[in-house]
């Protein structure tokens, strides 16, 4: 679960993260109200959305250019910066050329900036774990530095069973070249950050830019959070910061019945049952000219209601050309699959080829059902079988 900067920063603050003051605002008068709070007399109105590269973006139906994170010197330039955003589609690099639509702004001080550094906590899944990722590159994506630059990123491993110590942080700070008073500000930050990562169950913290300021204080610029959706469970505080109308609402029905759905760019739907085994379908479709248009994999206990839905989740999609449906049936039976897809199949008037594969358990009862509904289900008898099949009647169907 993503939160947008301003929560990230409150939850931050409690846990001693250096941050600026600001306050939210959904309207353009309550953005002046907020910059009046405020010592001034530098203000800066940052758009809210779940996506990076805010400053950077640009606004449709805008020829002014100007993205999405705006400097303000009174409150008339707040207001004009305010009701610029405020209802209107933001696109940055990270959301599409769809955008997102801006419904609120953070109206937070300005900054004596004198340097821009990068700082994030993180899961590394390949050494189990948390990992310190820092550059001198602030407020550049990190993937361009680790792209054209991988020297510039300075990365120390944390033993969860130890936790932060503070030669780790110290041991960043002279790579990063700080200096004086600026080294135990860092470790104070780099410490606090560790105890909000692990208190909040986090998956990863992001500060881009970390900025060191004229006076030498270590202060967050921005901020991004994103939780272990696994550990919510034990953060009910957390749920009030759920901003749904950011998420992808296919993923959001998907979740309502417990489905593992991620939406893709590609062409060819997959419904399938185990992550491996999606994650070998969309390989296997890639291999044979296509693309997947997600990962979806109904689980092992699937009952016909949450196949069903599945099946409609995948087809609300509009870039859907084509869906192919790989299951191995051990603990999910193949006629429960069988049964799923033919009433998905008549309820939504399925336009675009289907083709199945069926394999495991009942999976002689699964293809009968299939063959029995009268609908056009091409049967496939392997993965690779599968995979030809539905490229090819996408192909023919364009």
């Given at each position: 679960?993503?939160?947008?900067?301003?929560?990230?920063?409150?939850?931050?603050?409690?846990?001693?993260?250096?941050?600026?003051?600001?306050?939210?605002?959904?309207?353009?008068?309550?953005?002046?109200?907020?910059?009046?709070?405020?010592?001034?007399?530098?203000?800066?109105?940052?758009?809210?959305?779940?996506?990076?590269?805010?400053?950077?973006?640009?606004?449709?139906?805008?020829?002014?250019?100007?993205?999405?994170?705006?400097?303000?010197?009174?409150?008339?330039?707040?207001?004009?910066?305010?009701?610029?955003?405020?209802?209107?589609?933001?696109?940055?690099?990270?959301?599409?050329?769809?955008?997102?639509?801006?419904?609120?702004?953070?109206?937070?001080?300005?900054?004596?900036?004198?340097?821009?550094?990068?700082?994030?906590?993180?899961?590394?899944?390949?050494?189990?774990?948390?990992?310190?990722?820092?550059?001198?590159?602030?407020?550049?994506?990190?993937?361009?530095?680790?792209?054209?630059?991988?020297?510039?990123?300075?990365?120390?491993?944390?033993?969860?069973?130890?936790?932060?110590?503070?030669?780790?942080?110290?041991?960043?700070?002279?790579?990063?070249?700080?200096?004086?008073?600026?080294?135990?500000?860092?470790?104070?930050?780099?410490?606090?950050?560790?105890?909000?990562?692990?208190?909040?169950d986090c998956s990863i913290v992001e500060i881009n830019p970390l900025v060191v300021t004229g006076a030498g204080?270590?202060?967050?610029?921005?901020?991004?959070?994103?939780?272990?959706?696994?550990?919510?469970?034990?953060?009910?505080?957390?749920?009030?910061?759920?901003?749904?109308?950011?998420?992808?609402?296919?993923?959001?029905?998907?979740?309502?019945?417990?489905?593992?759905?991620?939406?893709?760019?590609?062409?060819?739907?997959?419904?399938?049952?185990?992550?491996?085994?999606?994650?070998?379908?969309?390989?296997?479709?890639?291999?044979?000219?296509?693309?997947?248009?997600?990962?979806?994999?109904?689980?092992?206990?699937?009952?016909?209601?949450?196949?069903?839905?599945?099946?409609?989740?995948?087809?609300?999609?509009?870039?859907?050309?084509?869906?192919?449906?790989?299951?191995?049936?051990?603990?999910?039976?193949?006629?429960?699959?069988?049964?799923?897809?033919?009433?998905?199949?008549?309820?939504?008037?399925?336009?675009?080829?289907?083709?199945?594969?069926?394999?495991?358990?009942?999976?002689?009862?699964?293809?009968?059902?299939?063959?029995?509904?009268?609908?056009?289900?091409?049967?496939?008898?392997?993965?690779?079988?599968?995979?030809?099949?539905?490229?090819?009647?996408?192909?023919?169907?364009?």
């Amino acid at each position: 679960m993503n939160i947008h900067e301003y929560q990230a920063k409150e939850l931050l603050r409690g846990y001693g993260v250096s941050v600026l003051e600001g306050h939210v605002a959904w309207t353009p008068e309550e953005a002046v109200q907020a910059a009046a709070k405020l010592p001034g007399p530098v203000f800066v109105v940052k758009s809210q959305i779940h996506a990076g590269g805010r400053g950077a973006g640009h606004f449709k139906n805008d020829s002014t250019g100007k993205g999405g994170v705006r400097i303000a010197k009174s409150a008339d330039d707040v207001r004009a910066a305010a009701d610029a955003m405020i209802g209107h589609t933001l696109v940055t690099k990270q959301t599409g050329p769809n955008g997102r639509d801006v419904r609120r702004v953070y109206v937070e001080a300005g900054c004596d900036i004198a340097r821009e550094l990068y700082l994030s906590f993180l899961v590394d899944r390949a050494v189990s774990r948390i990992v310190i990722m820092a550059s001198t590159e602030g407020g550049m994506d990190i993937e361009e530095v680790a792209a054209h630059h991988p020297e510039q990123i300075l990365r120390v491993t944390i033993d969860p069973a130890t936790g932060l110590f503070p030669y780790h942080a110290r041991r960043l700070a002279y790579s990063l070249g700080l200096k004086g008073k600026q080294v135990g500000a860092f470790q104070k930050f780099a410490d606090a950050m560790y105890k909000a990562f692990v208190a909040l169950d986090c998956s990863i913290v992001e500060i881009n830019p970390l900025v060191v300021t004229g006076a030498g204080d270590i202060v967050a610029l921005d901020a991004k959070i994103s939780f272990d959706d696994n550990a919510l469970y034990r953060h009910p505080e957390l749920a009030g910061l759920r901003d749904e109308s950011e998420e992808d609402p296919k993923e959001l029905e998907a979740a309502r019945f417990d489905l593992n759905y991620v939406a893709l760019d590609g062409v060819i739907g997959c419904m399938v049952n185990g992550a491996g085994l999606a994650m070998a379908t969309m390989d296997i479709i890639k291999l044979y000219g296509s693309s997947p248009a997600n990962f979806l994999d109904v689980g092992g206990g699937a009952t016909r209601e949450k196949v069903t839905a599945a099946f409609k989740i995948i087809l609300s999609d509009p870039n859907v050309e084509g869906i192919l449906v790989n299951i191995f049936g051990g603990i999910m039976r193949c006629d429960i699959i069988a049964e799923g897809v033919v009433s998905a199949a008549r309820e939504v008037s399925l336009n675009v080829p289907l083709v199945v594969r069926l394999e495991g358990t009942n999976v002689a009862l699964g293809k009968e059902i299939l063959a029995g509904s009268g609908l056009p289900i091409i049967s496939a008898d392997n993965l690779a079988d599968a995979a030809e099949k539905i490229v090819h009647a996408v192909k023919e169907a364009a």
